[in-house]
């Protein structure tokens, strides 16, 4: 049973989440680091070609990369916005708390009201979140399909099997991937320590 202390700090930390700035940071911080993601891919891209040249061994990034980051961007909006409204009306429950680690201490409806702000945050980045595991399994089938040496339709139909019935390295990749680009992963050793 929540204590007068855990209410006390359900309120006042949603109070210093209440603010406008708070949000609009968040989903611009996001949305930034989800428009530099190809350009990384990019210049990973250029990068491999002069390290392979020069040690001789099999490329492990491609420009086409790019491509496919783009394309899951735009292909997981939809999820995004779904994941993102599912996870505004429950909390974040089945998604994971993102950013705020605690059990909601007001169990009525106030609850709700008061809890508004991390609820809100909680729901911008699940929908970031889900547009950048889409991003990165687009991409992930895409370097797979051309490692596994794949070209033309044959290429096509491995990303597609590859799409509906990723691996396991390739899951948890697209996961990581999500948490990095959301700035929710989490703090290692060190960073809990501090």
């Given amino acids: 049973k929540?204590?007068?202390?855990?209410?006390?700090?359900?309120?006042?930390?949603?109070?210093?989440?209440?603010?406008?700035?708070?949000?609009?940071?968040?989903?611009?911080?996001?949305?930034?680091?989800?428009?530099?993601?190809?350009?990384?891919?990019?210049?990973?891209?250029?990068?491999?070609?002069?390290?392979?040249?020069?040690?001789?061994?099999?490329?492990?990034?491609?420009?086409?990369?790019?491509?496919?980051?783009?394309?899951g961007t735009v292909?997981?909006?939809?999820?995004?916005?779904?994941?993102?409204?599912?996870?505004?009306?429950?909390?974040?429950?089945?998604?994971?708390?993102?950013?705020?680690?605690?059990?909601?201490?007001i169990r009525v409806k106030t609850g709700e009201l008061v809890r508004t702000p991390t609820r809100l945050l909680t729901a911008e980045d699940v929908f970031f979140k889900a547009i950048a595991e889409s991003a990165e399994l687009q991409t992930l089938a895409y370097r797979t399909a051309i490692q596994e040496g794949h070209r033309g339709a044959a290429r096509v139909t491995r990303i597609a099997e590859l799409l509906a019935n990723p691996t396991d390295q390739m899951y948890a990749a697209m996961k990581q991937a999500g948490e990095y680009q959301t700035f929710t992963n989490r703090l290692g050793k060190m960073g809990r320590s501090l």
């Fill in 2 to 71: 929540p204590k007068l202390r855990n209410t006390l700090y359900e309120v006042w930390l949603n109070g210093l989440l209440s603010a406008p700035t708070t949000h609009l940071a968040n989903m611009i911080g996001n949305t930034i680091t989800r428009l530099v993601t190809p350009l990384e891919k990019g210049v990973a891209a250029t990068l491999e070609v002069g390290r392979a040249m020069i040690t001789r061994t099999p490329r492990e990034r491609f420009f086409g990369e790019v491509s496919a980051d783009l394309y």
């Fill in 75 to 105: 292909a997981g909006l939809k999820d995004g916005v779904r994941r993102g409204l599912k996870a505004y009306r429950t909390e974040g429950l089945g998604e994971g708390l993102v950013k705020v680690e605690h059990l909601p201490a």
